[in-house]
């Protein structure tokens, strides 16, 4: 079984419980991998203000592209369901998935909306 690790970023605003839920929620996603939420144990991770994560798991390793794409879909697909005037969603491009390599090998999926600065 492959594991993956997925932290978001406070200003997209989606807790780790909504995500997995709208992860959960998506027949494509959930064909992928299972989502949960796992509590950030005191110095796993340099998370800042995060404090949990989502864990994907799947029966296969699954690829990278494939897996940045789902996750702003689902992302995108949570907000504009929950949008409003004064709360846009963001737009799948405005979300940006990186993955960070971690000192036990393992990869973190870091979610952050892209800076709009030039």
Known sequence: MHEYKITL???LK????????S?????????????ST??????????????AIVVL????SVATLVLSELIKQSIA??????????????KPEAIEVREISQPDGSKLIVVVLKSTAP
């Open 23 to 35: 992860w959960n929620s998506t027949a494509q996603c959930q064909g992928i991998a299972a989502a």
């Open 57 to 60: 798991s799947s029966v296969s």
């Open 77 to 90: 697909e949570w907000f504009k369901q929950r949008a409003t005037n004064n709360s846009p969603a963001p």
């Open 14 to 21: 989606l807790s780790a419980t909504d995500f997995s839920d």
């Open 38 to 51: 796992e509590a950030v144990k005191q110095g796993d991770y340099n998370l800042g203000d995060m404090a």
């Open 9 to 11: 970023a406070t200003e």
